[in-house]
């Protein structure tokens, strides 16, 4: 699954940069975590995958002065989605859009504190839109991920063969 997560930040990394939307991205190595959550109901695992994405994420793709932002998104977000996971109220379109608000809310605050800019702020209700919007698309993600291949990769994430 980490594999996974990095494989989708590669595919993302690729993505052209568009100067008025930069360092906003869809999040898709997300989806392996939220998949891991869901399929594993294990935190732990999830979480290791969440570490792994975000250091060698960063290393190899985005450079180490992004990591406060990467890391303090990440760990928001997964607190969130595990909080929310863990109700089972919420369906995976609803936690990912959840976490994706909250990771961006998490990274203006490091932009915030890293700038000592409180006028960054104001970013916020954008960027947390958008953490909404590709939250969203996310989990609709994780929906049909689930559907297809949901047993199968439960299976396998069990250890158990065919």
Do not use: W
Not at 119 to 130: D, H, N, Q, R, W
Request: aromatic fraction near 4%.
């Amino acid at each position: 699954m980490a594999t996974l997560a990095l494989l989708l930040g590669y595919m993302e990394h690729l993505v052209p940069v568009v100067p008025p939307l930069a360092g906003i991205k869809l999040g898709l190595a997300n989806i392996a975590v939220l998949l891991a959550l869901r399929i594993t109901d294990s935190p732990k695992l999830a979480f290791g995958i969440t570490m792994t994405k975000v250091m060698l994420g960063t290393l190899l793709f985005a450079g180490m002065g992004t990591l406060p932002y990467s890391l303090s998104g990440a760990v928001a977000s997964f607190a969130v989605m595990t909080r929310l996971k863990r109700h089972n109220v919420f369906s995976a379109v609803g936690v990912s859009a959840a976490g994706g608000a909250v990771h961006m809310a998490a990274q203006v605050m490091v932009a915030v504190l890293m700038t000592a800019t409180a006028e960054v702020a104001m970013l916020l209700p954008l960027l947390c839109t958008v953490g909404v919007l590709t939250g969203i698309g996310n989990g609709l993600m994780v929906n049909v991920i689930e559907c297809h291949i949901g047993v199968h990769l439960q299976r396998y994430l069990a250890g158990n063969t065919y």
